[in-house]
Each structure stands twice: as C-alpha cells, then as structure tokens.
C-alpha cells in the first residue's frame, strides 16, 4: 500500500501501532486504547437496547469483566499486557453485575474472577458448583473480607510468576528465569505491597509483613518442565493472530 492509497484513519492507526511497537508513551498510543473502550462500551449498549426491545432486560442477569487489563507506560517504560507484569494496571479488571432487583452498591473487597461461579450462583439462587477455587465467604456481594487470597499466576517457558492479594496486602512472587527488569520492575523476585494504603503499588514493603502469603506462594510454584504437554502446532495464521494479542513472543 502507497501512501497515496493510505486513507487518513489507516496512517492514524499505522503511527499509533509505530508509536506501540518503539515504546514511546504517545498521545496517538493512548488514544487507540480509549477507540477500544468506547467501541466495546458501544457494543455493550446495544445488546443492552436489544434485551430491552425484546422484553427480556427485566428478567437478565448481565455480568460485565475482562481478561486483563493494559499498561500504558505506568511503570518503567511497560505498555500491554507483559505476561509476568503484576501490578494492578493488569490484574485489576473491572467486574460489573446487573440483576432484577439488586440494589445498587460498590463493593470494595477484593475478588478474584475464578469464584465467578459463585457469584452466578448467588445471582440465580442455585447451589455452588464443584469448582476448583472458592472464596470461603457466605456471599459475594458482600463488603465482608474474603477468607481466602486472590491468586493470580502466570506459566510459561521462562518461568513462573504468583500474585496474592486481600484486602490488606499484596504479594508477588517471581520464580522466572533469566531474570530480567521486564519481568522485574523493581529487581525483586519478591514484593510486598501494603494494598490497603498503596493501590498504585509504588512502595515496596517488608516481606516479613506477609509471611504466610509467601509460605503459600512457595506451595504453589512449579517449574515449566512439570506442565502437561500438548502435542501438535498452530498454523502460522493462528501463531500471529496469537502474536498480535500479546500471548505469544
């Protein structure tokens, strides 16, 4: 394609993936994150008008997260989703719950998407299925402390990265090897956070404060090696589709 046969949004959008791919924190980088939120917010508008014209809005449980979140140059240079990045510009995703009848209020206590199945199940009236990860709480739609940690992890060929979270403190382990500031933002392969006070997780604190978390990140790392193995290849289409999302280097 010659520049002649550029329209103007696709020379926008080809300075805005240069911008990405240099590193450079740009106002044209920032902006195609906001086009994405405000397309995603139009979709969700629409089906909300559709469950409305089709007289089923008043009986619709309707449950809005995400995968991930972005960074966007919060923190030594770091933009996207870098797999061993866990801090809460990635971790922190929004959770929104619509259902007939629930009040409106903000919950403030920590949540992780994998008691999701619980949350459903409060919502529709059922009994909690048999999942892997609980909660240990009465309800989810509660202010009351969870009685288990938020774990979040990441496995891959360099290594393993676990994240625990309540509402007090915040605990990262790296066991990632070869080490590197990518993975390492503040050359730790051990982080506390005091998660109460310091949302934006920019004072490291004593990893004494978090003892037990730390015992219970030991308990969990594996090694790649002990991973089950699938055997067989994506097609070269589907390696840079993969690529191109960020879960792929």
């Known amino acids: 394609?010659?520049?002649?046969?550029?329209?103007?949004?696709?020379?926008?959008?080809?300075?805005?993936?240069?911008?990405?791919?240099?590193?450079?924190?740009?106002?044209?980088y920032r902006q195609l994150y906001?086009?994405?939120?405000?397309?995603?917010?139009?979709?969700?508008?629409?089906?909300?008008?559709?469950?409305?014209?089709?007289?089923?809005?008043?009986?619709?449980?309707?449950?809005?997260t995400a995968d991930h979140g972005e960074a966007l140059f919060d923190r030594k240079g770091m933009y996207g989703h870098p797999r061993h990045h866990h801090y809460d510009e990635l971790l922190h995703v929004p959770l929104l719950v619509r259902a007939p009848d629930l009040p409106s209020q903000r919950i403030q206590s920590s949540f992780s998407l994998?008691?999701?199945?619980?949350?459903f199940a409060e919502l529709i009236s059922k009994p909690i299925g048999d999942?892997?990860?609980?909660?240990?709480?009465?309800?989810?739609?509660?202010?009351d402390p969870a009685e288990e940690p938020v774990i979040s992890d990441t496995v891959d060929e360099n290594g393993h990265t676990i994240t625990l979270r309540d509402d007090t403190w915040k605990y990262i382990r790296h066991n990632v090897s070869?080490?590197?500031d990518f993975w390492y933002p503040f050359g730790d392969n051990e982080q506390?956070?005091?998660?109460?006070?310091?949302?934006?997780?920019?004072?490291?604190?004593?990893?004494?404060?978090?003892?037990?978390m730390s015992t219970a990140a030991?308990?969990?790392?594996?090694?790649?090696?002990?991973?089950?193995k699938l055997e067989g290849e994506f097609s070269r289409d589907m390696e840079e589709q993969l690529e191109d999302l960020g879960y792929k280097m």
């Open 1 to 28: 394609m010659t520049h002649q046969q550029c329209t103007s949004q696709e020379r926008t959008n080809l300075l805005r993936d240069a911008d990405r791919v240099a590193g450079i924190d740009s106002d044209r």
């Open 34 to 64: 906001d086009d994405g939120l405000r397309y995603v917010d139009k979709q969700i508008e629409n089906f909300v008008n559709q469950l409305k014209s089709s007289g089923m809005w008043d009986e619709t449980v309707l449950l809005i």
């Open 114 to 119: 994998a008691w999701i199945h619980e949350l």
């Open 131 to 143: 999942f892997p990860s609980t909660s240990g709480s009465n309800s989810c739609l509660s202010d």
């Open 178 to 180: 070869p080490p590197q």
């Open 192 to 212: 506390a956070y005091r998660y109460i006070t310091d949302q934006g997780e920019r004072n490291l604190a004593d990893i004494s404060n978090v003892k037990e």
């Open 218 to 228: 030991e308990s969990y790392l594996i090694s790649p090696e002990d991973l089950p």
